[in-house]
């Protein structure tokens, strides 16, 4: 592996009741997340290949573990999103060559489909900075029952040198979906939007 | 005495690697289960709570058979265990109190027995709040490397009328433990101290 893994997490969330109304089955969402040293830390690097190859490997990786989190074959996953926290010695463009290139792929492969942009967002931070991870329907964008979000941290990550990397995954949208939009069972699955 | 009505279930599972010194042939492994349960005595003063004890028995099993699963399936694999709770800010600190009981209780029953005195801490919070839930070794408390702490919660939990009661177990010591003490092979095994 490229990648050097100071520690992996999973987070299984598992909503039963909401507003007191009961979630039957309940909703839930699974993050994977790793911990990895950031090989450009301190430095300014033009080629960032390595962290393209870092972030194909992290795709495959994460998302099987996120969806084993679950107890889910792959395909039977709803809605998916990633996100990257680079310590304070790197640059947020490694987050971007982590996630943009080649992670999408792996991700893609390990559930079956997967037409839509996987949403995404980055930042720069310290240890224990909270990643809000952005969630959308994996085949159809605009289904709007499964805009969502998951926030993960872990206290002692990301290091100085050290790049946070996640991933989440769901079997469900959210608990008590009553805004409209294009519902699940109108996705055409074309275009990777409706 | 009410029953328990739990809104959502947080699992959390860390793989820890190395921490900056050699990586460990064997990772460590700690995992946090959190429920997220209606306060049936929020808003008020009620003298008599203790017989929700015996109510919460049944979920502290769950919770303690969800976190063997969680780290392998072997519960002769775990070896430090703690316990903890946030009470929303409509309940008092005596509330997350009634947890020490049921949250012990399921997982002696599970690790066969386990001799020390399983840590703990409580706090009242609003949604969001950290609890940095504290370890020890399951069979005496003076085992100095598996003196830890894992930091867990929910960005939307506790509500005001919620309390959120927390598991812990570990599968070792610290990845890098090196200041001497009571070891693991030492354990006499008679009063759960050492």
């Known amino acids: 592996m490229k990648a050097k893994i100071r520690k992996l997490a999973t987070f299984v969330e598992e909503t039963c009741t909401e507003m007191g109304r009961q979630i039957q089955p309940p909703t839930r969402r699974a993050a994977a997340v790793a911990v990895i040293e950031n090989p450009c830390a301190g430095k300014y690097v033009e080629d960032l290949n390595e962290l393209m190859e870092i972030g194909e490997e992290l795709g495959q990786l994460l998302t099987e573990r996120a969806v084993a989190a679950l107890g889910i074959p792959g395909p039977s996953a709803e809605s998916y999103g990633k996100a990257a926290a680079v310590g304070e010695n790197g640059e947020l463009e490694h987050a971007a060559a982590i996630l943009h290139p080649k992670l999408g792929t792996p991700v893609r492969k390990v559930l079956g489909k997967g037409a839509a942009l996987i949403p995404s967002s980055k930042k720069r931070g310290g240890l224990g900075v909270a990643l809000d991870i952005p969630l959308g329907h994996k085949d159809a964008a605009f289904v709007r029952s499964h805009f969502d979000g998951m926030e993960v941290r872990l206290n002692d990550a990301p290091r100085a040198n050290e790049i946070m990397v996640a991933i989440a995954v769901t079997d469900s949208g959210r608990p008590l979906p009553r805004v409209g939009g294009l519902a699940k069972a109108q996705i055409k699955g074309d275009d990777g939007l409706r | ?153 929910l960005v939307d939990a506790p509500l005001a009328d919620e309390i959120v009661l927390a598991l812990v177990m570990t599968t070792g010591s610290r990845v890098h433990a090196r200041v001497g003490g009571l070891k693991a092979s030492e354990i006499k095994g008679e009063d759960g101290l050492r």
């Open chain 2, 1 to 153: 005495m009410p029953e328990v009505k739990l809104r959502k279930r947080l699992t959390v599972v860390e793989e820890i690697f190395h921490e900056g010194g050699p990586a460990a042939t064997t990772p460590l492994r700690r995992a946090a289960q959190l429920a997220v349960i209606h306060n049936p005595f929020a808003g008020r003063y009620v003298p008599d709570i203790a017989g929700f004890m015996d109510d919460l028995k049944p979920l502290g099993l769950e919770m303690a058979r969800n976190l063997i699963s969680a780290l392998g399936g072997n519960a002769r694999g775990i070896e430090g265990y703690g316990k903890g709770a946030i009470v929303g800010s409509a309940g008092e600190l005596e509330h997350g109190a009634l947890w020490h009981v049921p949250g012990g209780y399921g997982m002696r029953e599970l690790l066969g027995g386990a001799k020390a005195i399983v840590a703990s801490t409580k706090k009242v919070g609003g949604p969001g709040t950290r609890l940095d839930v504290p370890i020890t070794h399951i069979n005496a408390s003076y085992v100095r490397s598996h003196f830890d702490a894992m930091e867990v919660g």
